[in-house]
């Protein structure tokens, strides 16, 4: 039996457009793998037949476009024509969008294919969807792009869409050990995106490889296709432990220290970087964007709807966000802004910036999908950041190191990125 869906996304690509590799049998090694593994629970929509027929059709064709066939996973808060789109709720069962996102006819544009819609959590919020950790089905794979961290990791899928308003990229790749991306804001259109946070969301990757990140931004930006620059030299680097640092556990806070010794030594130049204090609180400031933001846009939800909505939503996102006032809606908005400009006076002095993935390793149970401590902060900040597997916490679960760069520089992140990776193992 052919084992193609274990490839990266450019790997599969590369042989796809020699003709090494047809898109039915990736396609059908995808689906096989899906059905032996149907207890991640990774998918809420799956048509086997359907996704063949879309395999066989770019084989008819040549295989043509950058994505030459690839099948992708998409989050089910991002709409597609041909499939539901559910958010994950109730509310939303068998909803059947009139158009497809941006980001999803970009990529059948490209010739990439739709293998079906990946599991969210509520909203891409907080309220936990049906999928469990690849590698221990007792802890959560993390969220809210769940279904699609969970399929990259277990190879059911090469690449997945996945999208971030807190830590929902970064932090399910680094609890399932595989390369999550989140570009700067603004970057990769939203349209089609079940908007939640205008001043946040942000479309995300979740792959098994910078060059994947390469390949799917120039599809989704619409560019000629960079690949990563692996001759670029060592990068300043400002180990960020930022002021929730203590939120880390300790096999975290060992894992981003002793990598920065590591790269050090390897040549990089490292130092310690560390907000100025009127930003010791800036996470506070998302969670307050985060809340009046979700819970004007869920209007609909929330006052028409309300049976359906978890409690957990409704107590700690829509009903705290309707009653917040709109100054200090405000405050924060212009407290955001001001860090912003502060981010850009530290990256004149260092390349990327690194700081935890996620607080620990994917926590047991399924009450949550992690703290997304370490990942709010960037969002607020608009910052391009990518997750690396670099290791395992001691339960045996995978812990990642994240980069973070200037905003609008997401490629040189990934070249950097590129640099430490060939050091961390």
């Not at 599969?12 to 032996?36: F, K, M, P, Y």
């Not at 929509?45 to 099948?71: I, K, N, S, T």
């Not at 990769?188 to 931004?217: N, W």
Request: aromatic share 6%; proline share 6%; with cysteine.
């Amino acid at each position: 039996m052919s084992d193609s869906n274990r490839l990266s996304a450019a790997e599969a690509v590369s042989r796809l457009s020699s003709g090494a590799l047809t898109a039915e049998q990736l396609t059908r090694d995808c689906l096989d793998r899906i059905a032996e593994r149907a207890s991640v629970k990774a998918w809420i929509h799956l048509d086997p037949e359907y996704a063949l027929a879309q395999a066989r059709a770019a084989d008819r064709a040549g295989r043509p476009g950058l994505l030459a066939g690839l099948p992708m996973g998409v989050k089910d808060v991002i709409d597609t024509v041909d499939m539901p789109t559910q958010h994950g709720s109730p509310i939303y069962r068998g909803n059947r969008p009139f158009a497809d996102a941006a980001c999803v006819a970009l990529t059948r544009m490209a010739g990439g294919t739709i293998l079906g819609k990946t599991v969210t959590t509520e909203f891409a919020n907080r309220f936990p969807g049906a999928t469990v950790h690849p590698q221990n089905p007792g802890h959560t794979p993390g969220g809210s792009s769940s279904g699609s961290a969970a399929g990259v990791a277990d190879f059911q899928v090469p690449l997945g869409f996945g999208t971030q308003t807190g830590g929902s990229t970064i932090r399910p790749a680094a609890f399932c050990g595989i390369v999550g991306y989140k570009p700067s804001f603004g970057e990769f259109g939203r349209v089609g995106i079940k908007l939640q946070c205008q001043s946040l969301d942000t479309l995300g990757l979740l792959c098994r490889g910078l060059d994947d990140i390469a390949l799917m931004r120039a599809v989704l930006i619409e560019m000629p296709h960079r690949k990563v620059d692996r001759s670029a030299g060592a990068p300043r680097i400002g180990l960020c432990r930022t002021p929730l640092w203590e939120a880390a556990d300790a096999p975290t806070q060992a894992l981003v220290e002793r990598t920065a010794v590591r790269l050090s030594a390897a040549g990089a130049r490292v130092g310690d970087i560390a907000f100025a204090p009127q930003f010791a609180d800036i996470h506070k400031h998302h969670r307050r964007i985060f809340n009046y933001e979700a819970a004007h846009n869920y209007a609909y939800e929330h006052l028409e709807h309300r049976d359906q909505v978890s409690t957990v939503l409704l107590d700690t996102v829509l009903d705290p966000g309707r009653d917040m006032p709109v100054a200090d809606y405000i405050e924060a908005l212009e407290a955001a802004a001001a860090f912003r400009a502060h981010l850009d006076d530290i990256f004149r002095d260092v390349d990327v910036l690194l700081t935890p993935s996620a607080a620990g390793e994917a926590p047991e149970g399924y009450g949550s999908t992690g703290n997304p401590a370490f990942n709010s902060t960037w969002t607020l900040a608009w910052t391009p950041c990518v997750t690396l597997p670099a290791g395992a916490g001691p339960g045996g679960l995978p812990l990642g190191v994240q980069l973070v760069s200037q905003r609008f520089s997401d490629e040189r992140l990934l070249d950097a990125a590129a640099w430490v990776e060939a050091w961390l193992n």
